[in-house]
């Protein structure tokens, strides 16, 4: 089971930072995907880090905005969101993948478990 939290209201311009802590299973040794999806739109990822490299792939959308950071003795995964912008609303996810995932392209179908979201929203 993964659990999201952080989500909530900020202002254009400002941060957030969202955790994902697994329950049950330990996330080292899992690729972590983080996820978005806007009422009547297809889920997007906006990155993804590999659980072998370490390295992190990014959805043009958050290149330059967003990073992701983990803290294995926490069992949790971090967003962190910078420069948000109302078209950054959404309802974010996290998922685990037992596969060596390497791009924001991957099937989403891959990730064995998924978190049950939390909202962010961007406003004024």
């Known amino acids: 089971q993964l659990v999201e939290s952080g989500g909530g209201l900020v202002q254009p311009g400002g941060s957030l930072r969202l955790s994902c802590t697994g329950s049950?299973?330990?996330?080292?040794?899992?690729?972590i995907g983080w996820f978005r999806q806007v009422p009547g739109k297809e889920r997007e990822a906006v990155l993804c880090i590999n659980s072998i490299t370490g390295r992190v792939d990014y959805a043009d959308s958050a290149k330059d905005r967003f990073t992701l950071s983990r803290d294995n003795a926490k069992n949790t995964v971090y967003l962190e969101m910078n420069s948000l912008k109302p078209e950054d609303t959404a309802v974010y996810y996290c998922?685990?993948?037992?596969?060596?995932?390497?791009?924001?392209?991957?099937?989403?179908?891959?990730?064995?478990?998924w978190g049950q979201g939390t909202q962010v929203t961007v406003s004024s």
């Open positions: 049950g299973f330990t996330l080292d040794g899992y690729s």
């Open positions: 998922a685990a993948s037992s596969y060596g995932i390497t791009t924001v392209q991957a099937s989403h179908s891959l990730y064995d478990y």
